[in-house]
């Protein structure tokens, strides 16, 4: 008779340890459909303020660009208020400058000295001439010996 009771018990504990491991399943499976929602939602408001984001930089670059083009508009003005229109186009162009047609843009077409400076028209390429002088940057100096090559005072007098 003590075996029967015996044969029941490993059954009934099998089945307890099913129910239980049944019931963590279960919780495990709500708990990740909990998470996954909640990551959907911390998704979606991400979206949405990834999206506010981009509509406010793309905001901010068309009011800097706008910024700018008065800005350059303000100095323009400036400057023809300062200077006059006429006095920037009558301007010869600087001594380093020198104004070549499009034609002869080329330097085997063109000789420099026949070429006058004139103000540069659409047609016309700026090339840059080196300055025939340019100063030294590095003017020769006298050499200078060193401490230890000069002879001492005393060896001198001797």
């Not at 015996?6 to 709500?30: G, I, W």
């Not at 186009?89 to 400058?97: E, Y």
Request: proline content about 11%; glycine content about 2%; charged content about 30%.
């Amino acid at each position: 008779m003590a075996k029967a009771p015996e044969a029941a018990d490993p059954a009934l504990r099998l089945a307890e340890q099913l129910q239980s491991l049944s019931q963590v399943a279960e919780t495990l499976t709500y708990r990740l459909l909990d998470l996954e929602e909640r990551l959907n939602a911390q998704e979606a408001r991400s979206l949405e303020r990834l999206q506010a984001e981009s509509a406010a930089a793309v905001h901010q670059a068309e009011e800097t660009e706008l910024r700018l083009l008065e800005t350059e508009d303000r100095l323009e003005r400036l400057e023809i208020l300062l200077g006059g229109e006429e006095a920037r186009s009558k301007a010869a162009p600087p001594a380093r400058l020198q104004v070549v047609p499009a034609a002869v843009a080329s330097p085997s077409a063109a000789k420099p000295d026949t070429v006058r400076p004139e103000p540069p028209s659409a047609d016309q390429v700026v090339m840059l001439t080196p300055d025939p002088c340019p100063p030294d940057p590095f003017p020769e100096e006298e050499e200078q010996a060193f401490m230890d090559d000069e002879v001492p005072l005393a060896q001198q007098t001797a």
